[in-house]
Structures are given as C-alpha cells and as structure tokens.
C-alpha cells in the first residue's frame, strides 16, 4: 500500500493524478441530470473509468478517481457530508483493480489486461465486481453511519451502477488504450521508481488480494442482510423513492468499522499486480520465494 503515499514523490505520477481528476470529473459531470435519488447519486456510466484506469496507472488512478468524484460533486451540486465517503469509495474502486489482478489464484490469466482472450475478460469482470462490492458498501456504510439512508438502498444502487459500467464498457475501453498506454511507457509501472512499490512474498500477496476481494463481496452482502432482514427496508425499494433520515443502525456501524478495517489491513499487505510474477510488457521476471 505504501505506493498510494510514495507516488507523490514522483511528479509525473502528480501530474498523471491531476489529468485523471479531471477527465473523471469532466466525464461525472453530464450526467447529473440523469438522477436516481435526487442529490446523492445518479446513473453514472464514467464509473468504467476508476478500474480501467487503475488497471494501467495505478495509485494515480486511485488518488485521482477520489479527487475527480469529490470535484463532481462541488461543481455538480451534489456536495453533501456524504461526499466524503464518496471520496472513499472511488479511492477504492480505483485502488482495487491493480491490486487484485494476477493474485486471485485460478481466477488469474497472469498476462497484461489487453481484453484479447476469454480468461483476461472473466478476470476483468471479476475485479469489476469487486470494485463495486467495496465501493458500494464504503459509500453505504458511510451513508447509514450519517443517519441518511439505510445500508442496502446505496449499497444495491452503487453496485449495480458501478459493475454494468466497468463491465460493459471496461473490455473495449481497455482493448484501445491498454497497448498505447504501454508502448507510451506511461503505466504507472513504468514511471515509479520500483523501490516505491510494495515488495511482498507470492504467498502473503495472494492472500491478500484473496482476502481483499472476500471481504469486500462479504461486507456487501452481510450488510444489505442486515438491512432487508433485521431492519425490514424493502429490497425493491434501492429504486425507488426513499427520504433522507432512515439510516443509523447501530449494528450497521459496527459491521461496516470492521469490515474496513480489514480491508485497509488487507490493503497494507498487498503488491502491485505484477510485480515479480511478469512485468507489464509481458516477459518473464525472476521472483523471489517461487
């Protein structure tokens, strides 16, 4: 995890940040009108952006995805107390992508995300499922915490809204830009110094992302039962119209503090992506411990 912080050495890495935060935010904004609860969330189709983007410019794409939402939200009129969880849940869904892909074991293709073979597209999906796993429950969890709505309203919404995007529009955006970005020499692999990377054993890497992945699907799922089990909010009801003042539950708060604190636990032990199992341009590295 140690790159989210190093990064900010690197003034390429800076500047890469900024770009991001603008395009995300440039890319958020148009569809402020297209409300699904009015001044909190819409339909959000530039929800592809924080994975794709993280996938080839790791921590840039985290820090900037955050910064981009949290800009989005001033400028779009949907600046709320909840925004800050918002900035959590993008870091989140940018943060994940390049942490998870090449450790989840057989669900793994172990190449480039070039979206050119089956294997590459079900991982891709697969990350993209947790991403918005984990941003949904961040942004819920947040939400609930702040008395406003009940956990499994925006944590359905978030969800759904963020996977069919990165989803659908994930694959072919990847497919166009992964190479060039590649042969740019602009992955975030390429710019940071490598002793600005996390330098983590194959086996506590693996285990970290593993965990990573079934904590954030769990958080989700364990939290949306808590809802619609315990505190009896309709399942159907994420679409509909739902007032502000609902939320608050006392067990959702507690769930959610240690569902994230596993996850930053998790986060702390983790590597990026490739690192000593294949380098970005595809060849061989020699890896310590394997």
Same mark, same amino acid.
Request: hydrophobic content about 50%; glycine content about 12%.
């Given at each position: 995890?140690?790159?989210?912080?190093?990064?900010?050495?690197?003034?390429?890495?800076?500047?890469?940040?900024?770009?991001?935060?603008?395009?995300?935010?440039?890319?958020?904004?148009?569809?402020?009108?297209?409300?699904?609860?009015?001044?909190?969330? *819409? %339909?959000?189709?530039?929800?592809?952006?924080?994975?794709?983007?993280?996938?080839?410019?790791?921590?840039?794409?985290?820090?900037?995805?955050?910064?981009?939402?949290?800009?989005?939200?001033?400028?779009?009129?949907?600046?709320?107390?909840?925004?800050?969880?918002?900035?959590?849940?993008?870091?989140?869904?940018?943060?994940?992508?390049?942490?998870?892909?090449?450790?989840?074991?057989?669900?793994?293709?172990?190449? *480039?995300?070039?979206?050119?073979?089956?294997?590459?597209?079900?991982?891709?999906?697969?990350?993209?499922?947790?991403?918005?796993?984990?941003?949904?429950?961040?942004?819920?969890?947040?939400?609930?915490?702040?008395?406003?709505?009940?956990?499994?309203?925006?944590?359905?919404?978030?969800?759904?809204?963020?996977?069919?995007?990165?989803?659908?529009?994930?694959?072919?955006?990847?497919?166009?830009?992964?190479?060039?970005?590649?042969?740019?020499?602009?992955?975030?692999?390429?710019?940071?110094?490598?002793?600005?990377?996390?330098?983590?054993?194959?086996?506590?890497?693996?285990?970290?992302? %593993?965990?990573?992945?079934?904590?954030?699907?769990?958080?989700?799922?364990?939290?949306?039962?808590?809802?619609?089990?315990?505190?009896?909010?309709?399942?159907?009801?994420?679409?509909?119209?739902?007032?502000?003042?609902?939320?608050?539950?006392?067990?959702?708060?507690?769930?959610?503090?240690?569902?994230?604190?596993?996850?930053?636990?998790?986060?702390?032990?983790?590597?990026? *992506?490739?690192?000593?199992?294949?380098?970005?341009?595809?060849?061989?590295?020699? *890896?310590?411990?394997?």
């Amino acid at each position: 995890m140690k790159e989210v912080f190093t990064m900010w050495r690197d003034g390429r890495m800076v500047a890469l940040t900024a770009v991001i935060a603008a395009v995300y935010m440039t890319a958020l904004i148009p569809f402020k009108g297209l409300v699904l609860i009015e001044g909190f969330t *819409e %339909i959000r189709p530039a929800n592809v952006l924080p994975v794709a983007f993280g996938l080839m410019f790791g921590p840039a794409a985290a820090w900037g995805s955050a910064i981009g939402n949290l800009l989005s939200d001033a400028f779009g009129g949907t600046l709320t107390a909840g925004s800050v969880f918002g900035f959590l849940g993008n870091f989140f869904t940018g943060y994940v992508g390049y942490k998870l892909w090449g450790h989840l074991g057989r669900l793994s293709c172990d190449t *480039e995300p070039t979206m050119r073979s089956p294997s590459q597209l079900l991982e891709f999906v697969v990350v993209s499922f947790v991403a918005a796993a984990g941003t949904g429950a961040i942004i819920a969890w947040g939400l609930d915490l702040l008395g406003l709505f009940p956990f499994s309203v925006f944590a359905t919404i978030i969800t759904v809204n963020d996977f069919l995007a990165a989803a659908v529009i994930g694959p072919p955006l990847l497919y166009v830009l992964y190479p060039r970005i590649r042969d740019a020499g602009l992955l975030y692999t390429d710019l940071m110094d490598e002793r600005h990377l996390p330098d983590v054993p194959p086996r506590q890497r693996r285990i970290a992302a %593993i965990g990573l992945a079934v904590v954030s699907v769990a958080w989700l799922v364990v939290g949306i039962a808590i809802s619609v089990g315990l505190q009896g909010v309709p399942f159907g009801v994420a679409f509909g119209d739902v007032a502000p003042g609902t939320g608050g539950s006392m067990l959702q708060a507690v769930v959610g503090a240690v569902a994230f604190s596993l996850v930053l636990g998790f986060s702390a032990l983790t590597a990026d *992506e490739f690192r000593g199992r294949l380098d970005w341009r595809g060849k061989k590295r020699v *890896e310590r411990g394997e």
